[in-house]
């Protein structure tokens, strides 16, 4: 085993209790990694000097005195990465679960967004990061309404390499979208959780739409369900995901829903999985 997986092995044993070297390679060998002593104690020094781990001196009455170790507070952060990690993989693989065997999610999401549109359509599709769900609702959408037209607007830094017939790829961000004025028949923002300038975003989308235009705009349900004590995996799952991010009270519902209302008459919402998806028409003139 490498020095970097031996370590994220050892800070996963602690989960809050303190052990002694002896113990800490009991463990590890319960778990399937046999480490001799002495190269166990050299990859715990280096975790001392890399903060990883803090230990204390314990007296015995019997015998010589205990090194305990336990995590420290680089050793936290390091587990609140490895937790993240596997949250990422999870949602990857739960994203293509949904696309193989529950195609009828998608379809209920892509008609919840394009209900009453007709089928010639521009369609502006705005992202802030890559995600596996971009092209399965890209091709969605595409499927539902072959006749329109889709522009994909992204951060210059992110790539996309998908090809479609009708797809434009442009470069922008939620508050700045370059595209001509009331030029979206349906403006899709699918993760609104990335948005630091809540008003000022939603003031360029309806700039963006048409009078008769639609907005679309969806986020993880955790960000206004907020789980105190969840019971469930997934609601596990994305409070750690979240609990960390600093954007969550810009996108309390009431916060919100006056945001939108001050630009647009009429607000829908449902839940589709773990996200929610407001619909929005009727734009107001400001």
Do not use: C
């Amino acid at each position: 085993m490498r020095s970097l997986e031996l370590k994220r092995a050892i800070l996963r044993l602690f989960r809050g209790a303190e052990f002694y070297g002896y113990e800490i390679q009991k463990q590890l060998a319960s778990a399937g990694h046999k480490i001799e002593l002495t190269r166990l104690y050299r990859v715990l020094n280096e975790m001392l000097t890399e903060k990883l781990l803090t230990a204390r001196w314990e007296k015995s009455s019997k015998g010589p005195r205990k090194r305990m170790y336990s995590v420290g507070k680089r050793g936290e952060t390091e587990l609140e990465q490895i937790l993240k990690e596997a949250i990422d993989t999870v949602h990857e693989f739960y994203s293509e679960y949904l696309r193989k065997i529950a195609p009828q999610v998608l379809n209920d999401l892509v008609q919840f967004m394009t209900n009453g549109l007709s089928d010639e359509v521009r369609i502006v599709y705005v992202v802030s990061e890559p995600t596996v769900m971009h092209k399965h609702l890209l091709k969605s959408l595409q499927h539902r309404l072959p006749e329109s037209v889709i522009y994909f607007v992204k951060p210059e830094t992110m790539s996309f390499d998908e090809k479609f017939s009708n797809l434009s790829l442009l470069n922008g961000s939620f508050q700045m979208i370059p595209l001509k004025q009331e030029f979206a028949d349906l403006l899709v923002v699918p993760n609104l959780s990335r948005v630091h300038n809540l008003n000022g975003a939603v003031q360029e989308w309806h700039r963006l739409l048409n009078n008769e235009g639609k907005l679309v705009i969806g986020f993880p349900s955790v960000l206004i369900h907020q789980y105190k004590d969840p019971l469930t995996i997934g609601q596990y799952m994305e409070k750690i995901e979240h609990q960390s991010t600093n954007i969550k009270e810009q996108f309390d519902k009431e916060l919100l829903e006056n945001t939108l209302k001050h630009y647009f008459r009429k607000i829908e919402h449902t839940h589709v999985v773990h996200l929610t998806v407001y619909s929005i028409t009727e734009k107001r003139s400001l």
